[in-house]
């Protein structure tokens, strides 16, 4: 069993940069694959980074790359989403999640909610314009 606690959220202009952390305890998740997701009123839980164990390789969702950037460390069992250059439209709920899994032959996997056996709780970001 993997808990996760997400922290890090809160309410800022648009342009401005926040920094989530995700941390993890109970059994060991350096075999998981990690990922953030988000979800604004109304709509579905969207992908927005990933990271998968093996070989660290990263996947992003196109309305963030070159803006978020994803992290893990696995001494310190924490899993970071620093996110700059912040729109409203990054206004959501953001979820992290662990995949028991951690490795997958296609990155689409890595991009399905449905995929991932634990998730945090969640904290909000709110931008304004």
């Known amino acids: 069993q993997v808990q996760l606690v997400e922290s890090g959220g809160g309410l800022v202009q648009a342009g401005d940069s926040l920094r989530l952390s995700c941390a993890a305890s109970?059994?060991?998740?350096?075999?998981?694959?990690m990922g953030w997701f988000r979800q604004a009123p109304g709509k579905e839980r969207e992908f927005v980074a990933a990271i998968r164990w093996l070989g660290g390789t990263i996947f992003y969702a196109d309305s963030v790359k070159g803006r978020f950037t994803i992290l893990r460390d696995n001494a310190k069992k924490t899993l970071n989403l620093q996110m700059n250059s912040l729109k409203p439209e990054d206004s959501a709920v953001y979820y992290c999640?662990?995949?028991?899994?951690?490795?997958?032959?296609?990155?689409?996997?890595?991009?399905?909610?449905?995929?991932?056996?634990?998730w945090g709780q969640g904290t909000q970001v709110t931008v304004s314009s």
């Open positions: 109970g059994r060991t998740f350096n075999n998981y694959a």
């Open positions: 999640a662990a995949d028991r899994r951690g490795t997958y032959t296609n990155s689409y996997s890595y991009q399905l909610p449905s995929n991932y056996d634990y």
